[in-house]
């Protein structure tokens, strides 16, 4: 019992909480990025609307923020946490009501069933937080919420992500069918010459039917990628909330991936700066504090409850003696509860709470490994992206020449039809390519952008 006062009496003189002191745990990743130079404090995110130049995606970004369901599902938790917090909040404080009771039971004296009626205010079993069980709950609470806003974040994040790599899409999608269709036209036209050819008795059968295989191939691939272009339409539409505007619909026809508004580049800077421009990463961290904040409310659970309830009113034998001169009555009643035996229960609870901190330093040392890979992704895809491409235009051109040549070779009988064929194929095949190793270089700058933190606002996540 002595153990227990001298533990009591610290618990008091410590602030009455028994929530362990918060460090934040060591970044479980290396201090400096790959493929970028360590450069501290210059991986600064700029906002999304100075990040994406084009004016047509600006307006999808805006629209979905309107409309999006799951961002409204995020904002609507926000609120849900807010409410939360502010029942444990208002548990600190006691409840005042109005009371009013009848009674008829038998005197204590003369054994008569005697009445008794009483109207007044009322305090109800108010705990007095003594051991900050109730403090330890209401600044979990505190933290959720804060990580809901941090949900929030990163959920707004990853749609804007989402609607530009969509936006980008469709514009390889646009170029992509106008390839399709020329080449689909140029193939048309080369079954045409053919089957004059071998009408003049220069070509062979086995031309006519070479050119026509290569022209229904084309022709699968092109009804391919209208399928796609479909496809990709629809998705961008479920993340608008709503159908693609009509003006966009309308603007996109011919529409070329390299015309696109290049993004600002993006230094990486630290790692370490992922800890307070993440939100994902800051909201891992919100709930560390709460499951931290946890373990003090089941380390209180030990100690006593003190509650305190209390009456001021009037009372009376009969109804018509209620609010007279002398009538008017006080009660109070504090009461204690000190646990002694629970079957292990608070033991159970206090050991779960353990373990919960455990599961979210976890949590959190993964969120941060994630965020580092994610930003080590997109700067080796910034590294080697753009020599990629230019080869594959270098490729495209020589594949064009290539063409050009084995035609000519053609005409004058020097090479087969199978050579002309097989050059047409090889520069359809380097043209699509270099679409989307375009549409690669672009996606991944977005997400780089969404990787370093897109913009979100940055705050400490706790201390």
Do not use: H
Request: a neutral charge; one cysteine or more; aromatic letters at 6%.
């Amino acid at each position: 019992m002595t153990k227990f006062a001298a533990l009591a009496a610290a618990a008091v003189l410590a602030g009455c909480s028994f929530i362990p002191a918060y460090e934040r745990p060591a970044a479980p990743v290396p201090p400096a990025y790959a493929n970028a130079p360590a450069i501290a404090g210059a991986a600064a995110t700029v906002p999304w609307q100075d990040y994406f130049a084009e004016p047509r995606l600006r307006q999808l970004i805006a629209t979905a923020l309107a409309n999006n369901r799951d961002l409204r599902v995020a904002v609507l938790n926000i609120e849900q946490a807010r409410a939360t917090y502010q029942v444990r909040r208002a548990d600190q404080y006691p409840s005042v009501g109005l009371a009013a009771s009848a009674t008829r039971a038998p005197s204590v004296v003369t054994g008569e069933l005697t009445n008794t009626f009483s109207v007044g205010l009322a305090v109800s079993a108010w705990e007095i937080d003594f051991f900050g069980r109730i403090a330890s709950l209401r600044q979990q609470a505190l933290a959720q919420y804060l990580a809901t806003e941090e949900g929030r974040n990163a959920a707004q994040v990853s749609l804007i992500a989402a609607v530009a790599n969509g936006w980008l899409n469709l514009l390889a999608d646009e170029e992509l069918l106008d390839l399709s269709r020329q080449t689909l036209a140029s193939r048309e036209e080369s079954v045409r010459l053919t089957r004059m050819r071998l009408d003049a008795g220069v070509a062979s059968e086995l031309d006519i039917r070479q050119a026509e295989s290569l022209t229904q191939a084309a022709r699968a691939t092109l009804a391919q990628q209208q399928r796609q272009r479909a496809l990709d339409e629809n998705a961008l539409a479920l993340l608008l909330g709503q159908a693609l505007p009509d003006d966009v619909r309308a603007s996109l026809a011919g529409s070329r991936l390299a015309s696109a508004p290049a993004m600002a580049p993006l230094p990486a800077g630290l790692p370490s700066e992922l800890l307070t421009r993440r939100p994902d990463i800051r909201q891992a961290e919100q709930q560390l504090i709460a499951a931290n904040a946890n373990i003090g409310a089941a380390r209180a659970a030990f100690f006593p409850r003190i509650a305190l309830t209390a009456q001021a009113g009037t009372a009376s034998g009969e109804l018509s003696g209620l609010f007279k001169d002398g009538s008017w009555v006080f009660s109070l009643a504090p009461s204690l509860l000190l646990p002694i035996f629970d079957a292990g229960r608070n033991q159970a609870n206090l050991e779960s709470a353990q373990a919960g901190r455990a599961i979210a330093v976890a949590q959190y040392e993964k969120a941060i490994q994630t965020a580092f890979r994610e930003v080590s992704d997109a700067l080796a895809g910034q590294a080697t992206l753009g020599e990629q491409a230019q080869a594959q235009r270098q490729q495209a051109e020589a594949e064009a020449k290539r063409l050009q040549l084995a035609d000519l070779r053609y005409r004058n009988g020097v090479a087969s039809y199978l050579d002309l064929l097989d050059a047409q194929r090889s520069l359809f095949a380097a043209q699509q390519a270099v679409v989307q190793v375009q549409l690669a270089q672009l996606q991944n700058q977005v997400a780089l952008y969404k990787a370093l933190g897109g913009g979100a606002p940055t705050a400490a996540a706790g201390g």
